[in-house]
Each structure stands twice: as structure tokens, then as C-alpha cells.
């Protein structure tokens, strides 16, 4: 099933799928799970294909309910999409992934999701700007990842915005290139960093040339316009050998790593950042 209820666009198992009912219990008890600690962020490892070096890690949060157990994000993301509380679990994921990277090497960036609803919010460049003054973490290692949901709606405001982060020196990914509304009118009118191409094209890229023709044309698209490429769903050392081959820049994906919890526990300490 395809849950297009919220912003944010996901798959999930039909066995998931709620009642109406079901869906407003859960946005209740959705609204105390941060301050009931219930949220956790797994961060999993970006790679440079060329050094091999890990570039910095995505954060991903997940939600751990007393009864239910681990709910996923694609459930409750759009949940609170919908009811507003976004807004504030956004934050708490910012400033949580922030205090994270504060403490990981120099070189390493922290790539944070950006829900549609977030990035429409007005004075989102100063509350981003605040949450990295606050946790003392250099502008310029934080990613923010965003889908073209979060731009189509109002391009001049989203071009605006996107300039603000280009001046602080905050990077902005497009995330799951290729699916909904891939545009190149968009890579070619907004400033972006990176473009991460949707993990489903590699996962499909081994039985199907059509998928595979998709990555190399991204891939190709991306060297064109000098804008950086990273392959979501790395999952195995065939996609691997696909991507170095099509000279892709940077690869993310079960190959590499899992989401896990905190580097900072495993990382050798940041002298300064
Ligand atoms: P996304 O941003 O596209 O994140 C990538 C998803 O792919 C993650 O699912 C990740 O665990 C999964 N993944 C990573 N490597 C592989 C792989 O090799 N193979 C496969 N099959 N999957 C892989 P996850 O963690 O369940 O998150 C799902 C979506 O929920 C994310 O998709 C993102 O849209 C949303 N999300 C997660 N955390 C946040 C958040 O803090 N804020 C917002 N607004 N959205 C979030
Ligand atoms: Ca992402
Ligand atoms: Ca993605
Ligand atoms: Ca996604």
C-alpha cells in the first residue's frame, strides 16, 4: 500500500494499514511519545565510493511504544504530518542529530530529514539556525534532506529558503530522487548539494535495465550539472561494483551499514568541531 495521506510518501505493509479510528488513537498517543523518551535516532553511515571514507550519516527516527513496540516512520510520520506535531518532533530530531555530530570527526556531516510540513513553516532558517547555535555545531556539517513535495507548493518561497541555508553554509540533499514529482526544472533552478537518487532504482537495477538505465542516466545528470550523487539501498557488492563503474560519489545502503544507534559511542572523540 501507498500511504499519500500526509506529505511524506511511504510504503508499508497492507497488514499496517489502519482504521480511522486506529489512526486518531495512535495520533494520541503519538503527542507524548517525546516527552515520554519513546523516540530514538539511528544514524546510518554515508560513504565516498572513491576514498571509501565515511562522509557522515543519515538520522532516522524511530518510535519505541510501550505496547506496540517499534512503530516505523513511514507509519507515524505521516501521522504527524497531519496532526501538526511534525513541527515539533522535527526539532527535537534537529537538535537531538546535532549534539550527536557535535562530537563525531571534523569531516563528518549529520544528513537530517526535512518533512514537507517543516520546510513550509515560516521561519524554519532561523530555527534551524538557533537549534545549531544552541548545540554548538558548525553550520557546515549539517545536511538537510528534502523531497520536491517540500518545494513545489511555493517555489519562490522554497528558492528563498534554500538560498538562506546555501548563505550559513547549510547543505540541502533531494531526497528520493526519481519518484513523485522529479523534475529537472528542479535540479536545475534550485541550488541542491546533493541529489540522492531513490533506493527503489537500485534495488530493482539488477533484473530490470529500466532501472538500471534510470541510475546511470541520475548519475550522468548529476556529473552534468556538477551536482554530487549518492545511491540509496546499497545492499550488496553487485549494486556496489554498478555504481563504481557509472562513477557514482557517494553510496548508502544495508551494504555498508544498518541505521544504528549513536556513532559518537563507537567514534574515536572529535578534538574540536
Ligand atoms: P528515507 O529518507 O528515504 O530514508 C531511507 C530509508 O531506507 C530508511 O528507512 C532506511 O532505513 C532505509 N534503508 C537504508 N538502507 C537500505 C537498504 O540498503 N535497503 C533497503 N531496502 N532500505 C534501506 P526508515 O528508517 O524506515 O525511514 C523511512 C522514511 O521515514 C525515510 O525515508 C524518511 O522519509 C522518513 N523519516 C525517517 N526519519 C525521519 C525524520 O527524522 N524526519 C522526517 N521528516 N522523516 C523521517
Ligand atoms: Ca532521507
Ligand atoms: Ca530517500
Ligand atoms: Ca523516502
Not at 528534502?146 to 546555501?166: G, N, P, V, W, Y
Not at 530490470?208 to 542516466?217: C, D, G, N
Request: charged share 25%; proline share 5%; aromatic share 6%.
Amino acid at each position: 500500500a501507498k500511504s499519500t495521506v500526509g506529505q511524506t510518501v511511504c510504503f508499508f505493509e497492507s497488514g499496517m494499514d489502519e482504521s480511522a479510528r486506529e489512526r486518531r488513537k495512535l495520533a494520541m498517543v503519538l503527542r507524548h511519545a517525546q516527552e515520554r523518551g519513546e523516540f530514538e535516532l539511528l544514524y546510518q553511515p554515508q560513504r565516498l565510493l572513491r576514498t571509501g571514507e565515511v562522509s557522515g550519516y543519515e538520522a532516522l527516527l524511530r518510535w519505541h511504544h510501550p505496547a506496540l513496540g517499534l512503530v516505523s516512520p513511514c507509519q507515524f510520520i505521516p501521522l504527524a504530518e497531519e496532526t501538526g506535531d511534525i513541527i515539533v518532533i522535527g526539532e527535537w530530531v534537529l537538535r537531538e542529530a546535532c549534539i550527536e555530530a557535535r562530537q563525531w570527526p571534523v569531516q563528518m556531516k549529520v544528513a537530517v530529514n526535512l518533512s514537507p510540513v517543516q520546510f513550509l513553516q515560516p521561519g524554519l532558517v532561523d530555527r534551524v539556525r538557533a537549534i545549531l547555535v544552541e548545540c554548538g555545531l558548525s553550520p557546515n556539517r549539517l545536511e538537510l534532506e528534502i523531497t520536491e513535495t517540500a518545494i513545489i507548493s511555493d517555489k519562490l518561497r522554497a528558492l528563498h529558503c534554500l538560498r538562506q541555508f546555501k548563505a550559513m553554509g547549510v547543505k540541502v540533499a533531494l531526497d528520493d530522487f526519481g519518484t513523485g514529482y522529479s523534475s529537472l526544472d528542479t535540479l536545475h533552478s534550485f541550488p541542491f548539494d546533493k541529489i540522492k537518487i531513490d533506493k527503489s532504482f537500485l534495488l530493482r537495477a539488477e533484473d530490470s535495465p529500466q532501472a538500471l538505465a534510470i541510475v546511470r542516466t541520475v548519475l550522468a545528470l548529476g556529473r552534468s550539472l556538477s551536482i554530487p550523487v549518492l545511491a540509496e539501498g546499497v545492499e550488496n557488492e553487485r549494486q556496489l561494483r554498478i555504481l563504481q563503474s557509472e562513477g557514482c560519489d557517494e553510496a548508502q545502503g544495508y551494504y555498508f551499514g544498518h541505521p544504528a544507534p549513536a556513532p559518537s559511542l563507537a567514534l574515536p572523540k572529535a578534538v574540536n568541531s
